[in-house]
């Protein structure tokens, strides 16, 4: 079986500072993870995924996470957050399927 | 290349009633995937088809149903309305069902009256 945690349900920052967003997953098999980001009245948008290969996955808009399996962990970080990155960010699991195991969401607030 | 369709963006219902959901997959892509999306229970997984089949489906009731069309297109329906539908439905489309990338749409929100 697969699920998500996602650490923090609401997280701030300045604008210009790091952003840290957190998963954790369970997963019975090797698994497949992705950071997806949602604005107000959209869709979900890929910002980045980890399938096989590299555990250091840089995706769209200079964000990038890193695959721990022995912390079962795939934060999102950004080095320096912008107004525009306010939105709610969601990460996923699967098992090699479409049927994707989804956490609950982190909203991220930027304050100028 | 365009994305992913789904019509109607918005829509009323009252219970009782029932509804059609539509999803135009990215040209190219063969697998649609559902999902439901409330506040409270979050993303959940609805149903999955790939050249015109389910090939899984989520715990959802009996009163969810889809299905898929020659062109890839696919439609959800939901009969007898409950207020606990009120929801954001989306669509998400992929080459095939294990390549290991989703394309969303922008959903359609559904309000039960």
């Known amino acids: 079986a697969q699920s998500v945690t996602q650490l923090g349900s609401h997280v701030s920052v300045s604008e210009g500072a790091l952003v840290l967003l957190r998963c954790n997953y369970s997963?019975?098999?090797?698994?497949?993870l992705f950071w997806y980001v949602q604005y107000p009245n959209q869709g979900l948008q890929l910002l980045l995924k980890y399938t096989t290969g590299a555990t250091l996955v840089k995706g769209i808009n200079g964000f990038e996470a890193e695959f721990k399996k022995s912390e079962t962990s795939f934060h999102l970080t950004k080095p320096s957050a912008h107004m525009s990155d306010a939105a709610e960010y969601f990460c996923?699991?699967?098992?090699?399927?479409?049927?994707?195991?989804f956490g609950t969401g982190t909203s991220l607030t930027v304050i100028p | 290349k365009a994305g992913v369709t789904q019509t109607p963006r918005y829509l009323i219902k009252t219970r009782g009633q029932q509804v059609t959901l539509s999803c135009s997959p990215i040209s190219g892509h063969r697998s649609v995937s559902w999902y439901q999306q409330t506040p409270g229970q979050g993303l959940q997984f609805l149903f999955e088809?790939?050249?015109?089949?389910?090939?899984n489906k989520g715990n959802f009731p009996g009163r969810f149903s889809g299905r898929q069309f020659s062109n890839s297109r696919s439609e959800m329906n939901v009969s007898t309305l409950e207020l606990g539908d009120s929801a954001l439905y989306l669509c998400?489309?992929?080459?095939?069902?294990?390549?290991?990338?989703?394309?969303f749409g922008e959903g359609s929100r559904l309000t039960v009256l």
């Open positions: 998400a489309s992929s080459l095939g069902p294990t390549t290991g990338e989703l394309f």
């Open positions: 997963s019975s098999v090797p698994p497949y």
């Open positions: 088809y790939f050249s015109e089949t389910q090939r």
């Open positions: 996923a699991v699967s098992a090699y399927t479409n049927q994707f195991y």
